[in-house]
């Protein structure tokens, strides 16, 4: 079964995790009090917990929009209201998230009626990503039931996690768009669809049958994008294309320890260098972070002279707002002795500066290794970085390494967290009261390279593949960024 996460609206991921307390009622029964009782929770959660709330947004904005929000929610007063209506988005951070709880997931699962089509967004354009239906594979889908797909997208895209001003969030929204879109239409029952077939300039139309959870589920593993669903199922994964002599490393996680990463790579290049290959592509394009360490070991595979590997972290609270409500990773109340030695940890690893804000001293910064040196087994060729909304946190200080260092060629989209901070670290879990939902709320940001501004973007691609050529290759069934790499940047 599906376990449901939110962050502004929900991200759908095929991840089973402890299970919670059993629920006593069904989420039809939520009462207006639990409801919105959940609601003013995590606002305040929110204001009194958040490491920089006001970075995106201020207090008197913020009091407004979620106002707005409760406004509506008090309209309707239901659980889908709820979850397409939460003011985690309002906060404009990719690592806020809400997990509902087991019960209430498969309950809100099964009870949808779903859009029947796998899809693929880019640049604001969709399109079909399934072959065998009723509508063309790879036909651009304009509007569904007379709402254009712009105002589709803009209203779902407003909820997705990024971080600040970061439009490419959908990368990771459209994996499940058919959950994402039919819990924001609970009760719809079929679907009008206006498209234009490839080769084709004329705008058809076609009204699909709303499909059942099992369907829905099914049709979304029959999509034809991602290709490289083996490549994802690791950790990281190593292929050499012996045909374009490139190798081509998958890293979809730095939440490694050093010895296991080292090994990976140092194998991948040493195989590389022995080979004796032009080129290395590394693929980062479902990356969710992690280790920053990680990420600088990993450029030290790529390094040609020593490089400053340099971060710190900072909060505006080193407190632990309603400790009442904070459980561990196993969903049990954590105990006081636990929450007292959270608090020491932070009191003395945080120091309050001019700004008003606490940051790292040097205990919490021991061991950082800041003049990195290139390892041993480091690679002197072409250097290729496929990026995307999916490139998140210490995947895009990898990303911003490389960059910056002028190492290689990024090439792709805008990644999903900033490029001089994001939020991390020492994350807080939540049981709120009436939905028994998990509020995943960050402790810190982490700043990269010293950065004293944020402007709200990620590392920005130097080689955007254009929409023609993704849309060409997409509906030829290849890996766009990938393919595009191998043809056209030799």
């Known amino acids: 079964m599906k376990q449901i996460y939110l962050a502004g609206i929900m991200a759908l991921t095929i991840l089973y995790l402890s299970p919670l307390a059993a629920q006593e009622k069904k989420f039809t029964e939520l009462t207006r009090e639990e409801i919105l009782g959940d609601f003013d929770l995590i606002v305040s959660i929110l204001q009194k917990q958040h490491p920089n709330i006001c970075k995106f947004t ?102 997705s996690a990024s971080d600040g001003y970061i ?176 608090r020491n940890f932070f009191y003395q690893r945080f120091d309050k500066d001019s700004s008003g804000f606490y940051k790292g001293n040097a205990r919490l910064m021991e061991g950082l290794l800041e003049n990195f040196p290139p390892d041993k087994d480091s690679f002197h060729g072409r250097v290729f970085i496929l990026t995307g909304g999916g490139t998140v946190s210490a995947a895009t200080y990898f990303a911003s390494l490389v960059q910056q260092n002028k190492r290689g060629t990024i090439v792709g989209k805008e990644t999903g967290s900033g490029e001089a901070s994001t939020t991390a670290s020492w994350f807080l879990h939540y049981l709120l009261p009436g939905t028994k939902s998990i509020l995943t709320i960050p402790r810190t940001e982490v700043y990269f390279f010293n950065a004293t501004r944020d402007n709200g973007h990620g590392v920005i691609p130097d080689q955007e593949i254009p929409l023609p050529a993704f849309v060409q290759y997409f509906q030829a069934g290849k890996d766009p960024e990938l393919s595009y790499v191998l043809e056209k940047m030799q």
């Open 58 to 159: 201020d207090s008197v904005t913020f009091r407004h929009q979620t106002d707005s929000l409760r406004k509506t929610i008090t309209q309707h007063t239901d659980f889908y209201t709820l979850l397409t209506n939460l003011p985690n988005y309002l906060v404009r951070d990719a690592h806020l998230s809400l997990r509902l709880s087991n019960d209430y997931n498969r309950e809100v699962f099964a009870a949808l009626q779903y859009f029947p089509l796998p899809v693929i967004i880019e640049r604001g354009r969709m399109f079909v990503n399934i072959k065998g239906a009723s509508i063309p594979f790879g036909s651009e889908i304009t509007g569904i039931n007379d709402v254009t797909v712009t105002d589709i997208l803009k209203k779902l895209a407003s909820h």
């Open 167 to 342: 439009s490419t969030g959908t990368d990771r929204m459209y994996d499940d768009f058919q959950f994402y879109y039919s819990l924001t239409a609970p009760g719809v029952t079929s679907y009008r669809v206006s498209y234009i077939a490839p080769g084709s300039n004329d705008i058809r139309r076609n009204t699909l049958a709303a499909v059942s959870p099992a369907t829905a589920f099914q049709t979304k593993y029959q999509r034809t994008l991602p290709l490289n669903l083996l490549q994802r199922a690791y950790n990281i994964y190593a292929d050499y294309l012996e045909k374009d002599q490139t190798g081509l490393l998958t890293v979809n996680t730095f939440s490694l320890g050093e010895t296991e990463a080292y090994k990976e790579f140092s194998t991948f290049f040493r195989e590389v260098n022995k080979r004796k290959y032009k080129q290395v592509i590394i693929d980062i394009r479902s990356n969710g972070g992690g280790d920053p360490g990680i990420s600088a070991l990993l450029y030290s595979f790529l390094a040609t002279q020593p490089f400053r590997n340099v971060y710190n972290y900072r909060t505006k609270t080193i407190d632990i707002a309603y400790p009442e409500y904070v459980v561990d990773n196993n969903n049990r109340r954590v105990s006081e002795e636990d929450i007292r030695n959270n």
